[in-house]
């Protein structure tokens, strides 16, 4: 049987937990606006670390916008390209089922996109010229142009009857700072164009992105972050589980404890624990996933980020880095969590020493925060692979110290860390 776990960045799982609240938020904000006719007054953005399934999470609120009658345009930024450019073409494509030619409307429209160099010929985007190097008087035009596009085009939407326009903007953080400010410039002046005007905007970024964004636009207080962290217990446990059992396979309760724990709530690492184990099992229908094709799983998973992911992370840091990523490592508790403080004392270095070296390996997405003083590996596994590279041993300086982070399970991850024949912890 196929697997029904989906292991790929973006991927849509067959089952999709735990993210109940920003998702009815969104659901909410569409009601709203469907409501009134008018922009959300919010733009919401959601952070998170890689594979948290920000992807997943916006594609699954344009399904509900679109089931609703909105009109959807989605676009991933990227460091490359012209984003406000592919963004008018990306609107161009939406709205072209909605061509009147007669209309005055669409007749404005269309001049906005030639301003920005967009051409729509029978619902066909092409790009007139390439990007130019923008000067501050072009991204002055950039960003009324962008900004009377998207006003435009919701009006267009509105008069087809629909209830607004939602966009959907991925990958924030890797656009240039200047295609940000005239992005949000853009869409601050559209969403305070007066009149019925019905946008919506979601989007989502790395943990950093607010710093960034907020640093683009000046019109902070419109921004609705929103942190998607790692599954809980619960939803973790149901992400596994519930895929096979829609196709009657069951998940022995050892084998799912030590897939759950290796995940540690990580929604990528579910899916590809999932899949490795459904391979390595090949399972029938009325059968279990047993303990032995989990271990196979994570002996797989692992080798496959040792060599690749890890690795590469690795040797790309600097030695502070690296010092300070076999610290976190050294004395993390059970659950991954290490206490700033005892960072500190290890190496004998100061908070404030060590504050560089932390935001850098926060911003490339390594290390997060889990609370005041707290930081963590952001792929687990990692950790480990750091302490067997500096044959290095953790040194438990205390009992967990955290409250229970989402997504482990104390049971197993106990059950774990027992195994690995570790010293025991000082009281
Ligand atoms: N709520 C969820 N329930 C179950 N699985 C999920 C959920 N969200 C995401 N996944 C799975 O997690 C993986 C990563 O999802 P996604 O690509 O959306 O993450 P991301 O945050 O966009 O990552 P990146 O920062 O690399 O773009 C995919 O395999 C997806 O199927
Ligand atoms: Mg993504």
Not at 189 to 197: F, H, S, V
Not at 349 to 364: H, V, W, Y
Request: some cysteine.
């Amino acid at each position: 049987m196929e697997s029904p776990y989906t292991p790929g960045f973006g991927a849509r799982p067959s089952v999709l937990v735990g993210r109940d609240q920003v998702l009815s938020r969104a659901a909410a904000t569409l009601t709203r606006v469907a409501n009134s006719g008018r922009s959300a007054t919010q733009v919401t953005v959601l952070t998170g670390t890689r594979g948290m399934g920000k992807t997943v999470t916006l594609g699954e609120i344009a399904t509900t916008a679109r089931a609703r009658g909105f009109v959807t345009c989605s676009l991933s930024l990227d460091s490359v390209s012209d984003n406000i450019q592919l963004l008018a073409g990306r609107i161009a494509e939406a709205i072209s089922p909605l061509q009147s030619r007669a209309a005055p409307l669409w007749d404005r429209f269309v001049r906005r996109l030639g301003t920005l160099s967009v051409e729509l010929n029978a619902g066909v985007v092409k790009v007139t010229s390439e990007p130019h190097s923008r000067g501050t008087d072009t991204e002055t035009s950039a960003r009324q142009a962008l900004g009377e596009l998207l006003a435009r085009a919701a009006e267009i939407v509105a008069e087809h009857d629909q209830p607004g326009l939602v966009l959907l903007l991925d990958e924030l953080q890797e656009a240039p700072r200047t295609q940000l400010v005239v992005l949000f410039n853009a869409i601050q002046d559209a969403l305070t164009t007066p009149g019925k005007i019905p946008i919506v905007i979601f989007a989502a970024g790395l943990p950093t992105t607010p710093e960034k964004v907020m640093e683009a636009a000046s019109f902070t207080e419109r921004f609705d972050f929103h942190t998607l962290d790692r599954l809980d217990q619960t939803a973790a446990e149901r992400a596994l589980l519930e895929p096979s059992l829609q196709l009657h396979v069951t998940w022995d309760t050892d084998a799912a404890d030590a897939a759950l724990t290796a995940a540690a709530g990580s929604p990528y690492l579910i899916q590809k624990y999932g899949d490795e184990a459904w391979l390595s099992a090949d399972p029938e229908p009325d059968t279990a996933i047993e303990l032995a094709a989990v271990t196979a799983a994570i002996t797989q998973v692992r080798d496959g980020l040792d060599a690749g992911m890890f690795r590469g992370r690795w040797a790309k840091a600097t030695s502070a880095e690296r010092a300070l990523l076999t610290a976190i490592a050294q004395v993390a508790d059970n659950y991954g969590i290490a206490r700033t403080r005892d960072i500190t004392a290890l190496l004998d270095r100061t908070t404030p020493q060590l504050s560089g070296t932390r935001k850098a390996l926060i911003d490339k997405g390594i290390i997060e925060s889990a609370g005041t003083g707290l930081l963590r590996y952001a792929m687990p596994g990692f950790a480990d692979f750091v302490l067997a590279a500096t044959q290095s041993r953790r040194l438990y300086l205390g009992q967990p110290q955290a409250a229970l982070p989402t997504g482990s399970s104390p049971r197993a991850t106990r059950r774990a860390a027992g195994s690995r024949d570790l010293p025991p912890a000082h009281t």
